[in-house]
């Protein structure tokens, strides 16, 4: 019994030292992780806010068209397509106009 004693008399101090410095890489390495984690998050949400302000002056110059020429825009897309089905048929009047002249 006498024996254990001190061979854990001798040995814990040994023990100790391998620990903390164990313990002291740890917490580097846990360090690292966390700023490496940080740099990422910070980088996407750089990204996100860039997209962000993307969408938004995307989305003011679509409120500017609807606001600025009034809700005849559907109006105009229907000309349109007027237009290219007078192209289709080659008929020169538009399919609407023909359908409304015969009913």
């Known amino acids: 019994m006498g024996e254990i004693i001190g061979l854990v008399a001798v040995a814990a101090p040994f023990l100790m030292v391998v620990a903390i410095v164990w313990i002291t890489n740890q917490k580097?390495?846990?360090?690292k992780r966390l700023s490496a984690t940080a740099e990422a998050s910070s980088e996407k949400a750089a990204q996100y806010a860039s997209r962000v302000?993307?969408?938004?002056?995307?989305?003011?110059?679509?409120e500017r068209i609807?606001?600025?020429?009034?809700y005849n825009v559907a109006a105009q897309i229907e000309?349109?397509?007027d237009t290219r089905e007078v192209e289709e048929t080659g008929s020169g009047i538009p399919l609407d106009i023909a359908n409304k002249e015969k009913a």
């Open 53 to 62: 302000q993307q969408l938004e002056d995307r989305v003011q110059v679509l």
């Open 28 to 31: 580097k390495l846990e360090e």
């Open 66 to 70: 609807v606001t600025d020429r009034g």
């Open 79 to 81: 000309a349109l397509r």
